[in-house]
């Protein structure tokens, strides 16, 4: 079975300024992909970032970047410069590349206060 | 494209009810996939397809259904409502590639009430 656990149930920051939201995974394959999505007060699940198991540098999208740590198996989201909309829940989440069984964490609520 | 779509976008059952999920993608993708998400937490996965034809059980598929007749439909069924199954609903898919599944883009919801 595979696992995703988001520690940080909330989080806020100030605008202009970085936040780090955290997120460890455990599973027993060696091909999977990593996402984070982000999902607005509209309910919508929007892909921030994705990462492929297999390739050692880290992903990188805008003011958005991964920290990818295979062995420790964490996965860990930068927001660089946060903006008002960036305020929403964020999701980790794990995809299996064979398999097509994917898992979430609980999320984390990000806050950008102005 | 359209993208994803789901209907209805809002729905209220009684308990024992059955109804019928819509999820409908026009972007051939062969993986799709349903969620079912309770207030402060994650997706959970009940059914997925990886193509026509396909399906298999997710982590949370009792007293759901799916079928897969065609690569674009995926409905979900309820076979009899419980308010346990109070929660929104997100359909998937995802392009082909050379595995599975790859980065799965998401309908808008539904947001069912089971009174």
């Known amino acids: 079975a595979q696992t995703v656990t988001q520690s940080q149930p909330e989080m806020s920051v100030q605008e202009a300024e970085t936040v780090t939201l955290s997120c460890t995974y455990d599973?027993?394959?060696?091909?999977?992909?990593l996402f984070w999505y982000k999902q607005p007060p509209s309910r919508q699940m929007i892909l921030v970032i994705r990462?492929?198991?297999?390739?050692?540098q880290n992903a990188t999208e805008n003011r958005f970047s991964v920290n990818f740590q295979k062995a420790a198996k964490s996965f860990s989201l930068k927001i660089s410069d946060s903006q008002l909309g960036d305020t929403a829940m964020y999701f980790c989440?794990?995809?299996?590349?064979?398999?097509?069984?994917?898992?979430f964490g609980d999320g984390t609520t990000l806050t950008v206060k102005p | 494209n359209a993208g994803v779509t789901q209907t209805p976008k809002f729905q209220v059952l009684k308990t024992g009810q059955s109804m019928t999920l819509q999820c409908a993608q026009d972007?051939?993708?062969?993986?799709m996939s349903w969620y079912r998400q309770d207030p402060g937490m994650g997706l959970r996965l009940i059914h997925y397809?990886?193509?026509?034809?396909?399906?298999d059980q997710g982590e949370v598929p009792n007293g759901y259904n799916v079928s897969r007749s065609t690569t674009e439909d995926f409905p979900l069924r309820l076979l009899s409502a419980a308010p346990s199954q109070t929660s929104v609903y997100f359909c998937?898919?995802?392009?082909?590639?050379?595995?599975?599944?790859?980065?799965?883009?998401f309908g808008p919801g539904t947001r069912l009430t089971v009174l």
């Open positions: 989440a794990l995809i299996v590349t064979n398999a097509g069984k994917s898992t």
């Open positions: 599973t027993s394959e060696s091909n999977y992909y």
């Open positions: 990462q492929e198991a297999y390739k050692q």
């Open positions: 972007m051939n993708h062969e993986y």
């Open positions: 397809s990886v193509g026509a034809g396909i399906t």
């Open positions: 998937a898919s995802a392009p082909p590639g050379v595995m599975i599944a790859d980065t799965q883009y």
